[in-house]
């Protein structure tokens, strides 16, 4: 085993596995799930099967912390342990699974860990740069903190859920030009397309989600000041429900853009710092037959890495706990295309977007669906997370 490498493109799984599928044998994310009828119990996705790490006494658990608190040998001994048992060319469980392997429609996908504490940084040159170009001053977007550190706010774990959770619009205090506020639904529903990491107790990365941070910009405009978003963003926080191990995401990872000013020594990291993973943002309404892909980008894109967060995320002797998340912060691209919300695809209401059905969006309708999609593009086989989905559904 101890040569074995389960990254290698060659490998095959005996679990039939399309090369476009997300859940490769070079995959192998970790989940928590429960059987109709069963307990929660921790799994490994393979195709459209999930083994079942309980009913083959390796792990044990309704949530994933437990695994999380060991050591990242540990993480990647599992991971290499599992890959051997799916593998094609071992007959130790492949004639004999039975209940050990699942099908992924029969089971309930919950959420992968108890999440300790949830921080949401504001990673992308890309986004940041859009926001304050639109709300402060086009000429001098960023903050002038904003290249010296990665900006953050801690957030509110216990709404973060897992995909599918339907979106109920918030109410809150809304505000015109006049200084004065009602209390409303939101008008101006948001999403935001975002990774997310899981920590383990000794502030290694265990793995990636997708992350959707719901944002309700019309109360996040009243709010916000002088402290950062509070309600705005504390209704729902979406996250896929397979933790991808950054051991899966090892071949794909490429240099982040130049730093300048060069960061403090405390953030420094070696290159390659960030992870090349396709992302994609769908949009369904209610009435359509099929959604509308709106925006494309790239994980590749951050000018923080999850790194250089967690180092900023410590660096004043914080500790940190196995299951904590961190959101990447929106993900935008240098194109018009690429932009990772609403507010900056139709530029703060100004320019809609349209859908393949010929409606328009400015911000999110009741019943609209969004799917945020994820992947890494190996050679004949991807590393992929899975959907987030949510449907709005009225206040
Ligand atoms: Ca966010």
Redesign the pocket.
Known sequence: MASYQPNQSNLTSWVPVPPDHPFSIQNLPFGIFAPKPGDPRPGVAIGDHILDLAELNIWEGDSLNGLMARPPQVWSDLRARVSWLLNSENPELRDTSGRALHRAEDVELLLPAAIGDYV???SSLEHATNVGSMFRDPANPLLPNWRWLPIGYHGKSGTVSVSGTPVKRPKGQLTGDNQSAVYAPCRRLDI?L?TGFFLGSSGDIFGLVLLN?W?ARDIQRWEYQPLG?FLA?SFLTSISPWVVTLDALTPFRVDGPEQQPAPLPHLQTAEPRNYDIHLEVWLQPASAPSATCIARTNFRHMYWSMRQQVQHLTSNGAPVRAGDLC?S??ISGPTRDSFGSLLELAWNGTKPITLDTGETRAFLEDGDTITLRGWCQGVGYRVGFGDVTGTVVPA
Do not use: A, C, L, W
Request: hydrophobic fraction near 10%; avoid cysteine; glycine fraction near 16%.
């Open positions: 949401d940084f504001y935001e975002e941070d944002s978003p963003k959101g912060g929106t």
